[in-house]
T-cell receptor
């Protein structure tokens, strides 16, 4: 079983739609949580960190449920430019900032 | 934009050749990492470094080696390339402290071994 599991998609949605991605992690020593965005054939870039109380950044809302070991990302009012793969990432305890990456969920926003 | 660079961006090479993938960053970060990513798959950590003269192997076994003689430079070497080494190699760096410190990635090197 993978340490970080994501629905691979693709999610094909029209512009303006609201889309939600889910992620589960298995390592109870996970301390920090992130969503990274990776465009096709590009490097991953941090989209947002995920805090225990949940957090929002513009059209993006992230939620964390430690008891269920579950993370979510909600994108409202989807834009064409949101088309990318969204990587769920967890940091496990340890000294070297070890990150465990999910395989990603692909989003395709169409006109 | 992150100041982390990788060369070459693309490399096609024959079996048995020795190759070095270059990675450098100008952010003064102590921690640097090498990941391997196959298409549609997750990133796997193959090497990391806490700082100069510190290198460790990651979770995914790799025949590559790394060195960290200067803070800004973290090259990866394959002594004898094989088709199984075909993949994308991503270098990253981060500051030393903090649970939520971001890892910044370079643009990657897409390696094809024939």
């Amino acid at each position: 079983r993978k340490e970080v599991e994501q629905d691979p998609g693709p999610f094909n949605v029209p512009e303006g739609a609201t889309v939600a991605f889910n992620c589960t992690y298995s390592n109870s020593a996970s301390q920090s949580f992130f969503w990274y965005r990776q465009d096709c054939r590009k490097e991953p870039k941090l989209l947002m960190s995920v805090y225990s109380s949940g957090n929002e950044d513009g059209r993006f809302t992230a939620q964390l449920n430690r008891a269920s070991q579950y993370i979510s990302l909600l994108i409202r009012d989807s834009k064409l430019s949101d088309s990318a793969t969204y990587l769920c990432v967890v940091r496990v305890s340890g000294g070297y900032n070890k990150l465990i990456f999910g395989a990603g969920t692909r989003l395709a926003v169409h006109p | 934009e992150a100041d982390i660079y990788q060369t070459p961006r693309y490399l096609v090479i024959g079996t048995g050749k020795k190759i070095t993938l270059e990675c450098s960053q100008t952010m003064g970060h102590d921690k640097m990492y090498w990941y391997q990513q196959d298409p549609g798959m997750e990133l796997h950590l193959i090497h990391y470094s806490y700082g100069v003269n510190s290198t460790e192997k990651g979770d995914l076994s790799s025949e590559s080696t790394v060195s960290r003689i200067r803070t800004e430079h973290f090259p990866l070497t394959l002594e004898s390339a094989r088709p199984s080494h075909t993949s994308q190699y991503l270098c990253a760096s981060s500051e030393y402290q903090g649970s939520y410190n971001e890892q910044f990635f370079g643009p990657g090197t897409r390696l094809t071994v024939l």
